[in-house]
T-cell receptor, first 114, second 114 residues
Framework: DTAVSQTPKYLVTQMGNDKSIKCEQN?????MYWYKQDSKKFLKIMFSYNNKELIINETVPNRFSPKSPDKAHLNLHINSLELGDSAVYFC?????????????FGPGTRLTVT | RKEVEQDPGPFNVPEGATVAFNCTYS??????FFWYRQDCRKEPKLLMS???SGNEDGRFTAQLNRASQYISLLIRDSKLSDSATYLC???????????????FGRGTQLTVWP
């Protein structure tokens, strides 16, 4: 029944490690997103894919690399984790990348880097 | 300057009260507008879209003033279950394309007490 799912829900790791977060949507949407919500609660877009093609790439360190094997999945790999990467990462999807699209969010992955 | 500015609150109101939230946006190219709701440690969920003519959904009324670049949300007859953070969201279209991206305010925290 879950529309947008993410794994893992919690991730605690040490500085310098490499980790991945997975996202899947069963809504049949074409567009998927990654957002970061920091400790001040600002939610900021990082990447967007439409039908497996990268369409939005905000100013994000290149240690972050998204991958979309198919339009229902968008994974996020992070290399050389830093303390500042600690945040909640939300995956989202929408029908299309248009201007008025409603977005559906996954439950979030709470990443803590120690 | 942030794309979307909101008063973070917190707003603490008794059940049955009427409460209003405001936000302003800086980019006149903003195309569409939304209020999302985020419960503690949960994902954001769309509450309602906001139209220039104003729109109502039960106890919730949203208004948009394009000239002043100002969006509001009014909640009447507050319920305990309304306690959450309310995010003002603006979709800004890329020039010359149909692509849009969401910009979130930092949210206004509401607590309704019995």
């Amino acid at each position: 029944d879950t529309a947008v799912s993410q794994t893992p829900k919690y991730l605690v790791t040490q500085m310098g490690n490499d980790k991945s977060i997975k996202c899947e949507q069963n809504l049949g949407h074409d567009t998927m997103y990654w957002y970061k919500q920091d400790s001040k609660k600002f939610l900021k877009i990082m990447f967007s894919y439409n039908n497996k093609e990268l369409i939005i790439n905000e100013t994000v360190p290149n240690r972050f690399s998204p991958k979309s094997p198919d339009k229902a999945h968008l994974n996020l790999h992070i290399n050389s984790l830093e303390l500042g990467d600690s945040a909640v990462y939300f995956c989202a999807s929408s029908q299309d990348p248009g201007r008025a699209s409603e977005q559906y969010f996954g439950p979030g992955t709470r990443l803590t880097v120690t | 300057r942030k794309e979307v500015e909101q008063d973070p609150g917190p707003f603490n109101v008794p059940e049955g009260a009427t409460v209003a939230f405001n936000c302003t946006y800086s980019n006149s190219a903003s195309q569409s507008f939304f209020w999302y709701r985020q419960d503690c440690r949960k994902e954001p969920k769309l509450l309602m879209s906001v139209y220039s003519s104003g729109n109502e959904d039960g106890r919730f009324t949203a208004q948009l003033n394009r000239a002043s670049q100002y969006i509001s949300l009014l909640i009447r007859d507050s319920k305990l279950s309304d306690s959450a953070t309310y995010l003002c969201v603006v979709n800004i279209g890329d020039r010359g394309s149909t692509l849009g991206r969401l910009y979130f305010g930092r949210g206004t925290q509401l607590t309704v007490w019995p």
